[in-house]
């Protein structure tokens, strides 16, 4: 089950990575039918508010409390992630484009080197997660224990390599991604936009968390 949450939510990640770039998938952030942008911007808001309600509520220390009497512990990670995938995915196939480019760069070099902007941000991202227990954190080592009989030590607060140079690598690999872009269509503007306004308000929390 652990894995099959990973696996889920892996491939969410790396179909949006995809999906802002309109590459390879069936319908990308700025493909599709427009409509008003008012219209559009209250739907697609709608959306992302779905997935930070899910990403953000699921995450606190009072939800993971009440639901680990329904779903039992060392799934509970497991769960997070199929949800947080299954949330992601829905943003993306019912988002709805918005005509228009805020920006388009016309030197090769230049977008070569945003692509590689983009992609030092996704590597940043991964390198980060590994920083932090990879395997922990997207719950696959809890029911490695669970099979064993066993459960994983305590996960200290992590100030090594990367979290010494950057606040929050995680997050600012997925600003950074979603930014650094050579076309940057009204659509994908909306999103980063608005998945910016969403990353910003969730450090609040997660810093008082991570405090407590």
């Known amino acids: 089950y652990a894995v099959a949450c990973y696996v889920l939510g892996q491939g969410a990640f790396i179909y949006f990575i995809l999906f802002l770039n309109d590459f390879w998938v069936p319908k990308g952030v700025s493909e599709g039918e427009p409509k008003p942008v008012l219209v559009t911007l209250a739907l697609n808001a709608g959306l992302v508010s779905v997935w930070a309600l899910q990403h953000s509520v699921m995450a606190r220390r009072g939800f993971k409390e009440r ?61 980060a997660s590994f920083e932090i227990d990879h395997y922990e954190t997207f719950g696959l080592k809890q029911p490695l224990y669970a099979m064993q009989g066993q459960a994983p030590a305590p ?53 008082r968390d991570l405090v407590r």
């Open 67 to 127: 639901w680990t009497r329904l779903v039992p512990s060392h799934v509970e990670r497991a769960t997070y992630v199929l949800a947080s995938g299954a949330a992601l995915m829905l943003v993306m196939v019912a988002w709805t484009p918005v005509e228009g480019v805020v920006w388009d760069v016309e030197s090769r070099v230049t977008r070569l080197f945003i692509f590689g902007v983009q992609g030092a941000a996704w590597l940043l991202l991964l390198g």
């Open 155 to 207: 996960i200290d607060f992590q100030v090594k390599r990367i979290y010494r140079v950057v606040r929050h690598p995680i997050q600012t690999g997925i600003f950074v991604g979603m930014w650094a872009a050579p076309t940057m269509t009204t659509s994908r503007f909306m999103f980063a936009v608005l998945m910016t306004g969403y990353i910003l308000v969730g450090l609040y929390f997660e810093e």
